[in-house]
Nanobody, 127 residues
Framework: QVQLVESGGGSVQAGGSLRLRCAAS????????MGWFRQAPGKEREGVAT???????TYIADSVKGRLTVSQDNANNMYLQMNSLKPEDTAMYYCAAYQGSCPFWVVGITAGAFRYWGQGTQVTVSS
């Protein structure tokens, strides 16, 4: 089991940047697929990025490719660097994980595969 805590959200103007952090604790010595999801009011939850803690392979959804990147450090933190932010990026951002490796997400990141979730951090982008 792992526990996840997000931080780094806030309010920025369009074109700005934010860096979200997901701090993981618990059985982090096991291989996990970790991901970032977002959900705007009235919209479905969208997976935007994953990283495999074992192989460090990453996946970025087409909708955010070129603007968002995912990374991790050696202290069990996962990051989501968000550049050139747009008002449509406004959402609650969640960190999630499940034990095992990340697959190649053929049709997009499947939220149902993720067992562990954080509480979320709000990102608001104003025009």
């Amino acid at each position: 089991q792992v526990q996840l805590v997000e931080s780094g959200g806030g309010s920025v103007q369009a074109g700005g940047s934010l860096r979200l952090r997901c701090a993981a604790s618990g059985k982090t010595y096991l291989r996990h697929c970790m991901g970032w999801f977002r959900q705007a009011p009235g919209k479905e939850r969208e997976g935007v990025a994953t990283i495999d803690t074992g192989g460090l392979s990453t996946y970025i959804a087409d909708s955010v490719k070129g603007r968002l990147t995912v990374s991790q450090d050696n202290a069990n933190n996962m990051y989501l660097q968000m550049n050139s932010l747009k008002p449509e990026d406004t959402a609650m951002y969640y960190c999630a994980a499940y034990q095992g490796s990340c697959p190649f997400w053929v049709v997009g990141i499947t939220a149902g595969a993720f067992r562990y979730w954080g509480q979320g951090t709000q990102v608001t982008v104003s025009s």
